[in-house]
């Protein structure tokens, strides 16, 4: 009796730990959706933005008679291309995610990636508005300070976006880290099986 009881309990151990996984790998699928979703808003925005720029840039150095102004809205051309190239690799690159099946482990490493990589763009925007500020400052012992100082004001107008963007995406994805990190504490498929975790 004693055999059959374990046996039963143990059945009935695998079953409850299947319906387990199957919820938190539900619960994981979920949330990188959203993560994804994030993004491609994130990027459409962005996209947004380039195109802005690009047909504003062009409008305004064609417009302009100021070499300070023609400066400034030429170099929001050039940037507004860079973005919108950036924004159409990241937008296809969530789209083609949304397709594929991954484990919880691949997941939660795409989303931490994801976050780094904003912030370390976060970083580098504080060094454009940097760069942009000393151009400038500094335009006056160059040759030709009003195309400088209009190049200047273009990169610390851009950098200052591209913080607020950065940051905020940032604080979008990091909003959910209870949550992805809520799920850790079940059971979830790596790769390399299925796995039980506990966090203290």
Known sequence: MRIVAAILFSIVLMHCNAQSLK???AAFVQLNNKRIATNKT??????????ANIIGGVAGALA???QEWKSF?????LWGTVNIGIAGIGYMGARKEAGQILTCDKMLGRYESGKRLFLINSGLDIIYIGSGMALISYA????NPARWRGYGKSVAMQGIFLLVFDGTMYALHQHNNKQWYKLLEGICVTGNGVGLN???
């Open 73 to 77: 809205h030429t170099m929001n051309a």
């Open 23 to 25: 919820i938190n790998d």
């Open 198 to 200: 506990y966090t203290l």
């Open 140 to 143: 006056d012992d160059l040759d």
């Open 42 to 51: 994130g990027m459409t925005i962005l996209g947004a933005w380039g195109a």
């Open 64 to 66: 302009s008679t100021n």
